[in-house]
Nanobody
Framework: QVQLVESGGGLVQAGGSLGLSCAASGRTFTSYVMGWFRQAPGKEREFVAGIARNGYITYYAGSVKGRFTISRDNAKNMVYLQMNSLKPEDTAVYYC?????????????????WGQGTQVTVSS
């Protein structure tokens, strides 16, 4: 089992940058594919980015590709999401998630563990 805690959310102007962090507990962090999701008010939770266990493979939603970068530090049990060129439509609660299965999961039902979320607000 793993526990996830996000941090780094806040308010930023359009065009700005923000970095999110997710701290994972437990000694088997490398057993999990990690992902970031987001949920805007009145909308369903959507996939943002994912990263393989070894960190060598990353994959993104089309809406954020080229602007967001996911990374992980397995020595520190951390996963990150660097967000650049932010847009008002990026406003949402961002969640870190862990999947103990293989593959490149993009749906929330694939993930087994979730953080509590952190708010990101992009003003126009």
């Amino acid at each position: 089992q793993v526990q996830l805690v996000e941090s780094g959310g806040g308010l930023v102007q359009a065009g700005g940058s923000l970095g999110l962090s997710c701290a994972a507990s437990g000694r088997t962090f490398t057993s999990y594919v990690m992902g970031w999701f987001r949920q805007a008010p009145g909308k369903e939770r959507e996939f943002v980015a994912g990263i393989a266990r070894n960190g060598y493979i990353t994959y993104y939603a089309g809406s954020v590709k080229g602007r967001f970068t996911i990374s992980r530090d397995n020595a520190k049990n951390m996963v990150y999401l660097q967000m650049n060129s932010l847009k008002p439509e990026d406003t949402a609660v961002y969640y870190c998630a862990a999947d103990q299965n293989w593959g490149a999961p993009r749906t929330d039902t694939d993930y087994d563990y979730w953080g509590q979320g952190t708010q990101v607000t992009v003003s126009s």
